[in-house]
């Protein structure tokens, strides 16, 4: 492509042209002191609280402590060439971001800009990072499921749209896979995701988007990426503003879900913030309102209630742990907070079983509401057979003699564990969460080897969709097992199996 | 700016005097000269500030000053006083302050206006009117000339800031065609 000379100082002509000279009349302060991202500004005397503020070459800050001769404030950028005596200009807006579906397929900072190089937002509305979460009458119970694509989490610790279901567990054991895949899962559904990164190396984010990108699932999604280089403020701003982009949604009558990928991090950016503008520290040095920071922040994902459009806006916060320890401050404070969690262990992810979901430690408060019918039926009695085979393995590696019953439910459990594991980036639909999971619970895999477990479901979802594909449509339009669909899937399941079982030498 | 709190105090209390006595602008005349003398000389306020120094040479210096300078008697042992408790330091501050609090107490405030050439008094007499507009209140002005700013004024009143200078017009300008690339 050539460029001309030309044509370029046309444009500018044009620029010149059309640049409206107008007075500007501003209120200003003076820069007291700056430091570690942080400036205390004289003057500004009508500054609002969370009111953006001006600096030097163009960079903003928001204004965070109002005191009786100084405004304490955060800067949202480089700090380099701001200096002490420096003008500081009140913009007369508080804090906000871009909001709309313009934002889908993009990648924004803290602030709302984009960091994706593919041009201006475009986005015709804009939204308070900050608002107050829908009052208890804007509200409505949770009723529907919001699938999360993995077998463990739907089938025990169901999430449902407009609930807060917190993942938690030590670092490198799946908390980010596991989001992603439900991100993933959110593909040809009416939900639109926002998947905000807070304090991760850029490499990490970059990894993320093109995972989403190459799964189709970035055309319905938008990332807020407040990188560990950003400063302070903006890793703490980044949650809100994906919030508010959320938001829109859930107030659209749509429906939204948003992973906090995580809150440990903003917390400690937090706790940076506070520290620097001298709010006294509490427990492990974190502020005293740390736990209303996360509070206000989670209680915006909400379901509203019909006569407000009926959206909902479903939160995945995700927390890491130090070496498996939950009764940390921030931990316990998040925990009470969600409507439930589900915890990773280490030891399961080590010893295969990923996703490593600890099902004892994991629930949902929501529960059997945020679940169709059909899944209910199937999952039942998954987490009972689960827990006893749990108890039972414990004892059965002391002895050899076991009796026929004992022997039964450790089978049973074993492949229960099996058919849970999943890999990533394979989120699987209710339906065929459903198949599995009855053959699993019915007995019809009691008979296979567990290694074989993994290639029978490969199979068994194509033979359905091959030989039966009434009983996948079914499941999706009547979403529960009659006695006529129970019928058709034990004759499936057994003619498959046989098949499978000749098909692999077993007797 | 640094002592704002403390300064408004000592402030405080000069304007409870100056309010019985009904001698605000003589108060605020020292108050000024004095700051000035600062500002102006480096040597007076070290001489008065340095705790190099002890407290009662500093004091004898500020004697001398206050007889050069015929301040009246309540003015004299406010500046005494401020050497005494050690706060000669913050006197630029403490008469800032009084004269905000001065000003708010007869509803006037202090403008400055910044213009590339001198203004013509009738000029000057349309800005003080315009900015009496927008503040509500009886406006004080000073003119300054900044050959820098290349044409316009800008006019300050306290905290609001009117640009209407060529200068933040053409950075403006700047700004709006480096942002549409």
Not at chain 1, 105 to 114: E, I, K, N, S
Not at chain 1, 390 to 417: K, N
Not at chain 2, 84 to 102: C, D, G, H, Y
Request: proline share 4%.
């Amino acid at each position: 492509m050539q460029i001309k000379a030309e044509e370029i100082s046309q444009i500018i002509k044009g620029q010149i042209k059309d640049y409206e000279s107008k007075i500007d009349l501003s209120e200003t302060g003076t820069i007291i002191s700056v430091g570690d991202g942080i400036a205390r500004v004289h003057g500004v005397e009508k500054c609002m609280a969370m009111e953006l503020l001006e600096f030097p070459g163009g960079i903003l800050g928001i204004a965070l402590n109002l005191e009786e001769d100084n405004v304490g404030c955060a800067i949202l950028g480089d700090v380099k060439h701001i200096k002490e005596g420096d003008i500081v200009k009140r913009t007369g807006k508080i804090a906000e971001v871009p909001v709309g579906p313009e934002m889908e397929g993009r990648v924004v900072d803290g602030a709302g800009f984009p960091i994706d190089g593919q041009g201006p937002l475009n986005a015709k509305n804009s939204s308070k990072i900050e608002v107050l979460a829908p009052g208890v009458i804007a509200r409505k119970s949770v009723h529907e499921p919001c699938y999360t694509g993995s077998k463990a989490v739907d089938a025990m610790t169901p999430v449902g749209r407009g609930q807060r279901e917190l993942i938690i567990g030590d670092r490198q054991i799946g908390k980010t896979a596991l989001c992603v895949d439900a991100i993933i899962a959110q593909k040809n559904t009416d939900v639109h995701c926002i998947y905000v990164a807070i304090g991760q190396k850029k490499s990490t984010v970059a990894l993320v988007v093109e995972n989403l990108r190459k799964h189709g699932a970035m055309e319905y999604t938008t990332v807020v990426a407040a990188c560990a280089s950003d400063p302070a403020a903006m890793q703490y701003i980044a949650a809100f503003a994906g919030c508010a982009m959320g938001e829109y949604f859930r107030d659209n009558g749509q429906h939204a879900l948003i992973i906090y990928d995580d809150l440990s991090k903003q917390a400690v950016s937090y706790r940076e913030l506070s520290l620097l503008l001298r709010r006294p520290p509490g427990r492990e040095a974190f502020p005293g309102d740390i736990f209303f920071n996360h509070s206000r922040l989670l209680e915006r994902a909400a379901k509203v209630n019909d006569a407000l459009g009926a959206g909902s806006l479903t939160a995945l916060p995700i927390i890491e742990t130090q070496a498996g320890d939950v009764s940390a401050f921030i931990p316990t404070n998040v925990i009470s907070i969600t409507d439930g969690q589900v915890y990773l262990e280490p030891n399961l992810f080590f010893a295969g079983v990923r996703p490593a979901i600890n099902v004892g430690l994991s629930v949902s408060r929501v529960g059997g509401a945020a679940q169709v019918k059909a899944m209910k039926q199937v999952a039942g009695t998954l987490r009972l057979d689960l827990a006893q085979y749990r108890e039972l393995a414990a004892f059965a590696g002391f002895g050899s003699d076991l009796d026929a019953a004992t022997q039964a439910q450790l089978i049973r459990g074993e492949r229960l564990v099996e058919i849970l594991k999943q890999p990533q980036y394979r989120p699987l639909t209710m339906e065929k969460q459903v198949c599995i999971l009855f053959a699993g619970t019915k007995g019809y895999l009691d008979k296979l080897p567990v290694k074989v477990l993994a290639e029978y479901e490969a199979q068994l979802y194509d033979y359905i969709e091959k030989n039966q594909p009434t009983i996948f449509s079914d499941l999706r339009e009547k979403q529960a097992i009659d006695s006529a669909l129970e019928e058709k899937m034990r004759s499936t399941l057994q003619t498959f199996g046989d098949s499978f079982k000749a098909s692999k030498g077993l007797k | 700016m640094k002592n704002t709190v403390l300064a408004k105090r000592y402030a405080k209390a000069l304007f409870a005097v100056g309010k019985e006595e009904g001698a605000f602008e003589d108060y605020t005349k020292s108050l000024n000269a004095m700051a000035e003398l600062y500002a102006g000389m480096p040597e007076v306020s070290d001489a008065l500030t340095n705790f190099l120094y002890p407290v009662d040479v500093r004091e004898k210096v500020m004697d001398h000053l206050l007889q050069a300078l015929k301040v009246s008697q309540i003015m004299g042992n406010f500046f005494k006083l401020l050497v005494q408790k050690k706060r000669a330091n913050i006197l630029p501050e403490i008469a800032q302050v009084f004269q905000a609090m001065v000003d708010a107490d007869k509803n006037m405030c202090q403008g400055t206006v910044t213009s590339a050439m001198e203004l013509s008094p009738d000029l000057s007499e349309k800005v003080k009117a315009t900015l009496e507009k927008i503040t509500g209140k009886q406006v004080v002005l000073t003119t300054q000339v900044d050959p820098s700013i290349i044409g316009g004024i800008v006019a300050k009143v306290g905290d609001l800031v009117l640009d209407g200078s060529i200068k933040s017009q053409l950075a403006g300008l700047k700004e709006s065609i480096k942002g549409s690339e």
